[in-house]
């Protein structure tokens, strides 16, 4: 019975299949649509979870304005100095700020999440029209795994944060600790599906550069070498005529000539099984891939705008908790009068484990958006390598038009247009944030001075 239940589980046949995990989150209102799987097999918006998410942030709201009211914070439960009642008021603004922004596009832009995937649901019905099929349960495992993975990683966070809270003899309410808890559960959705929609993009593109465009290759490596073969064998047997060699001599010669051609014919073909539809008409094929890369790019446009704003909240609140972490850990270790002794190790374990949850998911939402641009590159080196060996002047042209599209229409990640999402930002923000931290410092020196 575990068995069966396993394999009904892991089961995928279609992109509504592999999407499984994602369709869960709907429940909390971050992912409002349904999946309809019966036979007109399309996606809705959900009236539910659209009321799902109004209520979840409603309660966000309630706990969040309430802890302000009672005056409580995670860090004033710890010391107060002037530049840590600054800090807080500063994460606080920006934490309301981004969730606002993380609800708002998840609610009012749902429609561009429907729109990924039918557009990946058309891309999938081009593939099976060159005779492929993706493996739909690789895509349901990834996303079961980075699903499980997050959880892991926020329960065992919460309980690390509120056991070390409760060790330092700090007893958080119910309210100021859900205003703490919520953000980061709802960060952690938001990037869940930024790494879902984007891995659905990744695989297409893979499917692209691994199978079809290097099947195409070799099929046209095939094609030029048997015609150069074809032609010294021509050349040969004239070669012989004009000797005139025997006629017996000459047929051993063409049939030692006609079994190498064989060999050769038979040996890439059968090793690599290209499908018959792009050994027949090279051009159709081409023509599809055209097609498929143009409609991966409009998925990857559609995932930078419906993504666009929550990440610049989510990666502008990142920066500030890894710049207000790191000067609070410093504060601390150059103040420690600050602190009673008892509570010296959990404060360090506090902040750094927060420092740390934010460094990975500015690491997560950083490597998603930077292999999905790897990925879309590699096409345009494939089709000049075919370019270089083709001789035909349909197949030249296909292809050109192909390398035209490929290097007007790139795929981009970007904050609202302010930073690009790749491994630059992480630079970008240990700069920034050594920076800040160095002038937080400073006005901290200061402050004692005037003291």
Not at 20 to 25: D, E, K, N, S, V
Not at 34 to 51: G, I, P, Q, W
Not at 207 to 232: A, C, G, K, P, Y
């Amino acid at each position: 019975s575990n068995m069966k239940l396993w394999a009904r589980i892991s089961q995928a046949d279609n992109v509504f299949q592999s999407l499984r995990p994602l369709t869960y989150i709907s429940l909390v209102g971050l992912a409002p649509f349904r999946l309809n799987l019966n036979a007109d097999k399309e996606v809705h918006t959900s009236v539910y979870s659209f009321v799902a998410g109004i209520v979840h942030y409603l309660i966000f709201v309630f706990c969040f304005v309430t802890s302000i009211c009672e005056g409580e914070s995670i860090i004033g439960y710890f010391f107060q100095t002037n530049i840590t009642k600054l800090g807080d008021s500063t994460l606080r603004l920006t934490g309301i700020i981004a969730m606002s922004t993380i609800f708002g596009f998840a609610m009012f832009r749902r429609q561009q999440l429907v729109s990924i995937m039918q557009n990946n649901i058309i891309v999938d019905e081009i593939f099976v029209r060159l005779g492929l099929k993706l493996d739909y349960r690789r895509i349901l495992l990834f996303s079961f795994l980075i699903s499980l993975g997050l959880v892991f990683f926020n329960v065992i966070y919460l309980c690390v944060s509120y056991g070390l809270l409760i060790s330092a003899n700090i007893s958080p309410s119910f309210v100021t600790f859900t205003a703490f808890a919520l953000p980061h559960i709802n960060i952690s959705l938001m990037v869940f599906k930024f790494l879902c929609t984007t891995h659905l993009a990744q695989s297409r593109f893979n499917m692209v550069n691994e199978v079809r465009l290097i099947h195409l290759i070799i099929n046209l490596i095939t094609h030029f070498t048997l015609q150069i073969l074809q032609d010294i064998l021509d050349s040969h047997i004239e070669q012989h005529r004009a000797l005139e060699l025997s006629p017996m001599h000459s047929v051993v010669h063409h049939q030692l000539y006609a079994h190498r051609l064989r060999s050769l014919m038979s040996t890439p073909l059968k090793r690599y099984s290209v499908t018959s539809i792009i050994r027949q008409s090279p051009e159709y094929a081409i023509k599809q891939v055209a097609n498929i890369h143009n409609l991966l790019c409009d998925i990857c446009q559609t995932i930078e705008e419906y993504f666009t704003y929550p990440l610049l909240g989510i990666i502008a609140i990142s920066f500030l908790f890894i710049l207000f972490d790191d000067f609070y850990i410093l504060e601390a270790l150059l103040n420690p009068k600050r602190l009673d002794k008892s509570e010296d190790e959990e404060f360090f374990a506090f902040f750094l484990t927060q420092m740390m949850w934010y460094i990975v998911i500015i690491f997560l939402i950083v490597e998603a958006s930077s292999n999905t641009i790897r990925n879309s590159s590699f096409a345009a080196a494939i089709v000049h390598k075919i370019l270089n060996i083709s001789d035909d002047p349909e197949l030249r042209d296909r292809l050109f038009r192909l390398s035209l599209q490929l290097s007007h229409r790139k795929v981009c990640f970007t904050a609202a247009g302010l930073f690009r999402l790749d491994r630059t930002l992480i630079f970008t923000i240990t700069g920034a944030a050594t920076c800040y931290l160095i002038i937080l410092m400073q006005f901290r020196n200061t402050h004692h001075v005037e003291d």
